[in-house]
C-alpha cells in the first residue's frame, strides 16, 4: 500500500584516493528534500525563464540544492572514476563509474527534489528515484508520471505529452542556466560535464518520446505471435 511518508536515499561515493562521501537525502511526501519546507502557493511562481525565478526568488534553488556536491567533486576531472553505492528503499545498487555520470545522477535527484517551480512536473520521480538510470528508462519513467499527474489533476487530454515535451524543454533551460553558474564555482570539468550528461537526457526526452511508443507498442498489443 502507498503511504505518505519519508523517503531516504544515501549515497556513498568513493573518490579514487579513497575518501568516502556519505550523501543522504531525504524526501517529504512532496518530494522535498532534507528540511525544506512545503512550498506556498507564491513561493512556486514560475517565471517565463530561470532569470526570472532567480529574481523572485532570490537565487536559483537547483542551484543551490547541489552546491555543496559539486564542492565536494571540484577536485575531480571527467576522466577519474569513482565507486557509488546508492541505498533506497531496501535496495542497494553499486556501479564504478565516470565522475560525472555519478554526478550527473545525484544532481538530478537533487535538482528535481529543490523545490524549483520549473521543475514541478519531475518532483515525483524523485520519490522513486532510479539512480543511473539510462535514457529510455527517463523517458518512459517520465510518461508514466506524467499520466498520473494529469489524471490526479484531471487535465488528461487527447495528447497528453504535448506538454510533457514542454516540461522536458523547462528542464533543457534549467541545466543551462545551472550550467552556467557552476562555470564560476568549479575550476574543473566534472561538473559541468554533469550537468552536459542530464542535458543529454532532456533533449533525449524532448524527442524521445515518440520513438519510445513506436518501440513499445509490439509489447503493448495483445498479439502473442
Excluded at 8 to 32: D, F, M
Amino acid at each position: 500500500m502507498f503511504q505518505p511518508k519519508l523517503r531516504l536515499i544515501s549515497y556513498k561515493i568513493t573518490k579514487p584516493s579513497g575518501l568516502v562521501v556519505h550523501i543522504p537525502v531525504q524526501l517529504n511526501e512532496r518530494g522535498l528534500a532534507n528540511g525544506l519546507e512545503n512550498p506556498s502557493q507564491s513561493s512556486e511562481f514560475i517565471g517565463e525563464n530561470c532569470q526570472a525565478c532567480d529574481q523572485y526568488h532570490q537565487g536559483c534553488k537547483a542551484e543551490r540544492a547541489i552546491a555543496p556536491v559539486v564542492d565536494s567533486f571540484a577536485v575531480l576531472h571527467s576522466t577519474d572514476e569513482v565507486s557509488a553505492d546508492v541505498d533506497t528503499e531496501g535496495r542497494t545498487i553499486a556501479v564504478k563509474s565516470p565522475a560525472p555520470r555519478v554526478l550527473a545522477s545525484l544532481m538530478g535527484l537533487l535538482m528535481a527534489s529543490s523545490g524549483c517551480p520549473r521543475l514541478i512536473p519531475f518532483r515525483a520521480m524523485a520519490l522513486f528515484h532510479q539512480p543511473f538510470a539510462t535514457a529510455e528508462e527517463n523517458v518512459v519513467r517520465a510518461a508514466g508520471f506524467w499520466l498520473m499527474r494529469s489524471s490526479s489533476q484531471g487535465t488528461l487530454v487527447d495528447n497528453p505529452y504535448e506538454a510533457l515535451q514542454e516540461a522536458w524543454e523547462m528542464l533543457e533551460d534549467v541545466n543551462r542556466h545551472v550550467s552556467e553558474k557552476l562555470l564560476t564555482r568549479c575550476s574543473t570539468d566534472v561538473s559541468s560535464n554533469g550537468i552536459a550528461y542530464l542535458d543529454v537526457l532532456a533533449k533525449i526526452g524532448t524527442f524521445g518520446l515518440e520513438s519510445a511508443l513506436e518501440v513499445l507498442h509490439p509489447a503493448f498489443s495483445a498479439r502473442t505471435h
